[in-house]
């Protein structure tokens, strides 16, 4: 693959992008601060989650527990290992401590808990060495270790409230399923084995993964969203459709998070099987995007028309391919790379936003396929901020791993 497109070097676009992030992190932290943001309002800027529409948790609570709100944090830890700016830390910190009411109850955590500690606890915790985040991150892992189906051998995703959820990907029961997304939470699992060197939580990871290669990944390399079992025996059931299109389709988010996901299991495993996986995944996501102009389409079975993308798919591919080309050989580690280059740059030149007086960097997010009023289609969502960011930093040399 050539190393220059559109005129400028990818080493050119690089620079030039991590000096305009510079600007834009600066100013956004500067207005959000503790705040907690999922997506911009028509004012273009961030407001705080448990303050919008969000705010109202099927419990009856606030949205403090929201699945995504581990990702500012995340970027904040990031910008901090990269600048050195303590205000990044402060804000960083006032997040996570929000957070730390979420551990005090099982329900109002669920498979997602990893995104919500790895990227504030844990981050501060491998930055700082500060002792109560070590110890949000283990409670943390204590929690999603608890929701480990022993029969199925797998993590068990959503919570009981949230039941309901399940009619709208073809019913069944809730209890018994698993989904693609948990494989970028279980690195929380394997970090709370390496911190306490007590093996069970890994052992469960690494079972859960297995199970997703059985039953998740597909011979193409594709990925089902949702596999059901029945909860009491754990026998596989039927594969539900979840975010994506339909049943058997192939939502491109969760086509991210295996790709990255299993890129992690093999660092810290060391399992070739899991490394092979995530390049069977990552070369299904790769010829995907490569016919549709680098970008990545909210699922790569849709049809034809609407042509709708998502901008976060892409930033978490990205990061898989390159946390891939750090496991193979250079001349292997070049193609990674190379289309993690084309990726960014395609979804900069589309969906970016550098002014640094409005909140969040890329827009083009969408949820799900399906969205009968359009508000969470081709929008900003603040984890494709934090994969993208992630990305520039780890070509610049400058990231923090948070995983």
């Not at 099982?106 to 700082?128: I, M, P, Q, W």
């Not at 459709?241 to 299991?265: D, M, N, P, T």
Request: negative net charge; aromatic residues 12%.
């Amino acid at each position: 693959m050539e190393e220059k497109t559109a005129g400028r070097s990818n080493q050119e676009w690089l620079d030039e992008t991590y000096d305009k992030l510079l600007v834009k992190m600066k100013a956004e932290c500067a207005r959000v601060g503790t705040n907690i943001p999922y997506t911009t309002g028509k004012d273009g800027k961030y407001h705080d989650i448990t303050e919008t529409r969000w705010g109202q948790a099927p419990d009856g609570g606030t949205h403090v527990g929201f699945w995504t709100n581990g990702f500012w944090p995340g970027m904040l830890w990031q910008m901090y290992e990269a600048t050195g700016d303590e205000e990044y830390k402060k804000a960083a910190v006032g997040v996570e401590e929000r957070l730390d009411v979420l551990l005090r109850s099982a329900e109002t955590v669920d498979h997602d808990v990893g995104f919500l500690f790895l990227l504030s606890s844990v981050a501060n915790y491998r930055k700082t060495g500060d002792k109560e985040a070590r110890r949000r991150g283990l409670l943390g892992a204590s929690l999603l270790a608890s929701r480990y189906n022993l029969d199925g051998k797998f993590i068990r995703a959503w919570p009981d409230h949230m039941s309901k959820m399940a009619e709208n990907f073809g019913g069944g029961d809730i209890r018994g399923w698993m989904i693609i997304d948990c494989m970028m939470n279980i690195p929380l699992l394997y970090w709370a084995s390496e911190e306490t060197k007590d093996p069970r939580f890994k052992k469960i990871a690494i079972n859960h993964a297995k199970t997703a290669q059985e039953y998740v990944v597909r011979p193409d390399g594709s990925c089902n969203h949702i596999v059901a079992f029945d909860p009491d025996s754990g026998q596989y059931l039927t594969n539900p459709g979840g975010q994506g299109y339909r049943q058997g389709s192939s939502w491109s988010r969760g086509q991210s998070w295996a790709v990255y996901g299993f890129a992690l299991s093999y660092r810290h495993m060391g399992d070739e099987s899991f490394l092979n996986t995530a390049k069977q995944c990552a070369h299904y996501c790769i010829a995907n995007m490569a016919v549709h102009d680098w970008l990545p389409l909210v699922d790569y079975r849709q049809p034809a028309s609407p042509l709708k993308y998502d901008s976060t798919a892409a930033m978490c591919t990205a990061c898989g391919l390159l946390e891939i080309a750090g496991h193979v050989e250079e001349n292997e580690a070049r193609f990674y790379t190379e289309a993690a280059y084309r990726i960014l740059r395609a979804c900069d030149a589309k969906f970016a936003d550098w002014d640094p007086e409005k909140d969040a960097i890329t827009t083009g997010g969408t949820f799900f396929y399906h969205d009968p009023d359009g508000t969470n289609t081709e929008v900003p969502i603040i984890y494709g901020d934090y994969y993208f960011i992630e990305a520039i930093l780890r070509l610049k040399g400058k990231a923090l791993f948070e995983w």
